[in-house]
């Protein structure tokens, strides 16, 4: 096992590293080892070499340690391995020996790296490499490469027969020994001007070795890398073939467009003034433009997002400095979000920058993905708690119904209904804060109360507390605001919570605390709490008195994947302090934490504060408003027998003329055949065979332009968003309502 003072490096390091034993048994990997192999650490551990590979393999592999244990020589083999789910990958293993500190030998260490790409890259380029050879060696033209000195390295075909010299005869040899002797000033300015960069087309006298002359119309090239001259390129024609020559050059050229054709990612090339001059197709699908429209044109008029980072254009442009722009939105009609690499292009004489760009879109949605799989996670914590709170709305309600049927005392009966009201009040309360929480935002930052923060939490927490565990908060007089998601932060400190339950575990008198202190933070204290920035910042602290954690434990615990749980069906992702810790840190602050074993631990949270701002008044302190006034011909539509009754008697009780449907496809049937023609329909979103998304569309295709009032007891955040947009929609409706609620929407809907 390597040292843990190197540990962090070799976690840190962008190749697989690995130590087995003498049995071939890995003992360690660093996290690239468990990216390449596509499992954790803790099942790759104990696993010996031959597990993943063929036995054929196996053998050849075990040759390879073998050579180095006998002759202490580090060796490199490349080979396939097989992994769980049957697919292949390619590895490259640099094989060194693993002795202890007496310098005794106790096992093999090595870097591996992923090199299923690069083995397939080598393959093309060989086959391209094979066909450029059989393009360079059957060309029609005489081609010709020399070092900047003009001393022949290579030659093809042609040159042979052309001159009538061998290739033996020729390779090392000045290209003047092919010249005309008259020719031979021509030949050396015409390799001059090759030198300078220029592309001179010249007609030049060959003398071949019998002695016949030959006219040659010769062009030429130099290659360069890092400054440095490669090779010198000349070609040359019969002039009586110079057409045929034309058209091998136009096939050349054809596939290098090609290549720049084919690529993925988006390459626009642009000059100086930064006006395009190249752009490949995928410019017309991230823009919605034509390259027509696009070649000729400043950059800027691409889109307002590629506007937007003018400046970055211009400083590579005059600085010759690439730049790199992570996650940002390209097209003024699409969310899709790229990776951007500007950099200047290799020969400064002719100025001008390449714009790459590749798409990470897919990438940031699974990262959405991981944060919401973590998030319900916790969720599943406090599955108990919720399902505990719920059977006691329920048994409120059944008891409060039943005390209905059997009392005839008028004011108990007030007193049972108002008590219903509360106890739904509450079940919808707890509804909405689940589905706020558990919804798949992609984290739109606000200024959020950390009050309101610290009570959702509690509100949330103390469900899934046990009894053995007491859970205390600690709010402010001052309104403390920071300036990030909402759902984020929530589950940030949720997961803090349900870390410290586990840590409690079955122990009496536990205690969990949350409170809240502002701080200031100067350029001394910035480095000890891992800030950006000085400024004034707010600490959440979340406390515990538990089992608290390991010395060795505790660097480890914001790692991806990391996890103290005991395997079985309650061992946690291991994702969630690492999801925590980049939520904070993309916030502006960091998480610190201390602990002491035996005693508990103390994680602290710390924002940066925001100016607080108005949130207007909650919908619980806004005046009740009158009952709908305005008496109008409805139509609700809903699947549930029990909802199309009560909202019937609702809205009869209101004044309004009322008609039901139990599904889509009875709505339209009303809606086709009814001649005086309804006000409005109340329009349910979840139904069997036609739901409301698929009604509206049917409306719309009969001209049907009945105003709409869309209800659900979900989010409408989920919606499609040319369904919200749709102008026969006037207002929303979520369940559960009441009998107010329903008028306020129906004034609204009306009015």
């Keep these: 096992m390597a040292d843990m003072k190197y540990r962090q490096i070799l976690e840190d390091m962008e190749e697989g590293y690995y130590e087995i034993d003498l049995s071939g048994t890995f003992t360690f990997v660093n996290k690239i080892v468990c990216k390449i192999a596509e499992l954790p650490e803790d099942q790759i551990l104990g696993l010996n070499y031959a597990d993943y590979t063929t036995k054929a393999t196996a053998r050849r592999v075990f040759k390879t340690f073998h050579k180095v244990f006998q002759t202490g020589i580090p060796q490199r083999i490349e080979y396939e391995i097989i992994l769980r789910d049957d697919s292949r990958k390619i590895i490259e293993n640099s094989i060194s020996l693993l002795r202890d500190e007496q310098h005794n030998i106790i096992g093999f260490c090595g870097l591996v790296n992923d090199i299923t790409k690069r083995k397939r890259l080598e393959e093309q380029l060989k086959e391209n490499r094979?066909?450029?050879?059989?393009?360079?060696?059957?060309?029609?033209?005489?081609?010709?490469?020399?070092?900047?000195?003009?001393?022949?390295?290579?030659?093809?075909?042609?040159?042979?027969?052309?001159?009538?010299?061998?290739?033996?005869?020729?390779?090392?040899?000045?290209?003047?020994?092919?010249?005309?002797?008259?020719?031979?000033?021509?030949?050396?300015?015409?390799?001059?001007q090759l030198l300078k960069g220029e592309t001179p087309i010249l007609e030049l006298r060959a003398r071949a070795k019998d002695g016949r002359s030959a006219y040659l119309l010769?062009?030429?090239?130099?290659?360069?890398?890092?400054?440095?001259?490669?090779?010198?390129?000349?070609?040359?024609?019969?002039?009586?073939?110079?057409?045929?020559?034309?058209?091998?050059?136009?096939?050349?050229?054809?596939?290098?467009?090609?290549?720049?054709?084919?690529?993925?990612?988006?390459?626009?090339?642009?000059?100086?003034?930064?006006?395009?001059?190249?752009?490949?197709?995928?410019?017309?699908?991230?823009?919605?433009?034509?390259?027509?429209?696009?070649?000729?044109?400043?950059?800027?008029?691409?889109?307002?997002?590629?506007?937007?980072?003018?400046?970055?254009?211009?400083?590579?442009?005059?600085?010759?400095?690439?730049?790199?722009?992570?996650?940002?939105?390209?097209?003024?009609?699409?969310?899709?979000?790229?990776?951007?690499?500007?950099?200047?292009?290799?020969?400064?004489?002719?100025?001008?920058?390449?714009?790459?760009?590749?798409?990470?879109?897919?990438?940031?949605?699974?990262?959405?993905?991981?944060?919401?799989?973590?998030?319900?996670?916790?969720?599943?914590?406090?599955?108990?708690?919720?399902?505990?709170?719920f059977n006691n709305i329920l048994t409120g309600i059944t008891g409060n119904i039943s005390m209905l049927r059997h009392t005839t005392d008028e004011h108990k009966r007030e007193h049972y209904l108002a008590t219903l009201e509360n106890i739904t009040d509450r079940a919808r309360d707890l509804i909405r804060q689940m589905l706020a929480f558990t919804k798949r935002n992609e984290g739109l930052?606000?200024?959020?109360?950390?009050?309101?923060?610290?009570?959702?939490?509690?509100?949330?927490?103390?469900?899934?507390?046990?009894?053995?565990?007491?859970?205390?908060?600690?709010?402010?007089?001052?309104?403390?605001?920071?300036?990030?998601?909402?759902?984020?932060?929530?589950?940030?400190l949720l997961n803090l919570v349900v870390n410290a339950k586990d840590a409690i575990g079955d122990n009496q008198n536990g205690l969990i605390s949350i409170s809240?202190?502002?701080?200031?933070?100067?350029?001394?204290?910035?480095?000890?709490?891992?800030?950006?920035?000085?400024?004034?910042?707010?600490?959440?602290?979340?406390?515990?008195?538990?089992?608290?954690?390991?010395?060795?434990?505790?660097p480890k615990i914001f790692d991806p994947f990391f996890s103290t749980k005991q395997k079985g069906p309650d061992k946690g992702t291991g994702l969630g302090?690492?999801?925590?810790?980049?939520?904070?840190?993309?916030?502006?602050?960091?998480?610190?934490?201390?602990?002491?074993?035996?005693?508990?631990?103390?994680?602290?949270?710390?924002?940066p504060l925001c100016a607080a701002q108005d949130k207007g008044v909650s919908p619980a302190e806004k005046a009740v408003q009158p009952a709908s006034r305005n008496k109008a011909r409805i139509l609700i539509v809903d699947d549930e027998d029990m909802l199309r009754e009560i909202g019937r008697d609702m809205l009869s009780l209101l004044g309004h003329a009322v008609e039901t449907a139990s599904n889509g496809h009875e709505c339209m049937e009303i809606l086709k055949r009814d001649e005086k023609g309804f006000d409005l329909v109340i329009l349910d979103m979840i139904m069997p065979e036609l739901d409301g998304y698929h009604t509206l569309k049917e409306m719309e295709k009969h001209h049907i332009d009945t105003r709409v009032v869309i209800s659900s007891g979900f989010s409408f955040e989920h919606e499609k968003s040319d369904f919200l947009s749709n102008p026969l929609i006037v207002a929303r409706l979520n369940k559960p309502f009441n009998l107010n609620e329903l008028s306020q929407v129906l004034d609204e809907a009306l009015s």
Aim: charged share 25%; glycine share 6%.
């Design 130 to 192: 094979e066909r450029f050879e059989a393009l360079f060696e059957n060309a029609n033209e005489l081609i010709i490469t020399t070092d900047a000195l003009g001393y022949i390295k290579r030659l093809n075909r042609k040159v042979e027969e052309i001159s009538g010299y061998s290739r033996n005869e020729l390779i090392g040899k000045s290209i003047l020994v092919i010249s005309h002797p008259d020719d031979k000033d021509l030949y050396i300015r015409f390799w001059q």
């Design 218 to 389: 010769a062009s030429g090239s130099v290659i360069r890398k890092s400054g440095k001259i490669m090779e010198v390129q000349y070609n040359a024609q019969e002039i009586s073939s110079l057409k045929k020559a034309q058209q091998t050059i136009e096939s050349l050229k054809n596939l290098m467009s090609s290549v720049f054709e084919s690529s993925p990612n988006l390459i626009v090339c642009l000059d100086s003034s930064g006006r395009v001059i190249m752009a490949n197709p995928v410019t017309e699908r991230i823009f919605h433009k034509p390259l027509s429209a696009v070649i000729g044109r400043d950059v800027l008029s691409l889109s307002r997002k590629v506007a937007s980072f003018q400046k970055n254009i211009r400083d590579v442009q005059y600085e010759r400095v690439p730049q790199f722009l992570h996650e940002v939105v390209l097209s003024d009609t699409s969310d899709d979000v790229f990776d951007v690499s500007i950099y200047p292009l290799v020969n400064m004489s002719l100025g001008g920058i390449v714009l790459t760009a590749v798409d990470i879109s897919e990438k940031k949605h699974m990262e959405l993905q991981l944060i919401h799989a973590q998030k319900m996670e916790t969720i599943g914590e406090l599955a108990g708690g919720v399902a505990h709170d």
């Design 445 to 492: 930052p606000e200024s959020m109360s950390i009050n309101q923060a610290i009570r959702e939490v509690m509100d949330m927490s103390v469900k899934s507390i046990p009894k053995n565990i007491r859970i205390k908060g600690a709010l402010s007089d001052s309104d403390y605001r920071v300036f990030i998601d909402h759902t984020h932060l929530i589950q940030v």
């Design 516 to 554: 809240m202190h502002p701080m200031v933070v100067d350029k001394r204290s910035m480095r000890q709490y891992i800030l950006g920035s000085p400024g004034k910042y707010v600490r959440i602290e979340v406390t515990d008195n538990g089992c608290g954690i390991s010395h060795d434990t505790l």
């Design 577 to 607: 302090l690492s999801i925590a810790y980049n939520i904070v840190k993309n916030a502006g602050g960091s998480i610190q934490v201390s602990s002491t074993e035996g005693k508990g631990t103390t994680f602290n949270v710390i924002l």
